[in-house]
Nanobody, 118 residues
């Protein structure tokens, strides 16, 4: 059974930094994509970053967010710098199997809340 478990959310001041983690279990493959999505209240879920055969970012986070992966720990990270109030949302980890992308995930984590406020 595939499971994705996020952690690292919390309260951060505007301009601050936060790193999210997502541990994946129950899955082994050499061809997959992993990414991060977010959903703010009253808004649709949107893609933030994807790590597959290439790395991509939403325009709104380019230059501030970095996605990375530690295969030994089965963990994908989202390093977020210079956070803005509009970045407040529930952040979801996602996995797309048999793919080099992640924009149509097969599995989702439960989400972790990020609040950006002074």
């Amino acid at each position: 059974q595939v499971q994705l478990v996020e952690s690292g959310g919390g309260l951060v001041q505007p301009g601050g930094s936060l790193t999210l983690s997502c541990v994946v279990s129950g899955f082994t493959s050499d061809y997959y994509g992993m990414g991060w999505f977010r959903q703010a209240p009253g808004k649709e879920r949107e893609g933030v970053s994807c790590l597959g055969v290439s790395t991509s970012y939403a325009d709104s986070v380019k230059g501030r967010f970095t996605i990375s992966r530690d295969d030994a720990k089965n963990t994908v990270y989202l390093h977020m710098n210079s956070l803005k109030p509009e970045g407040a949302a529930v952040y979801y980890c996602a996995l797309e199997i048999l793919s080099g992308a992640c924009w149509e995930p097969d599995y989702w984590g439960q989400g972790t809340q990020v609040t950006v406020s002074s």
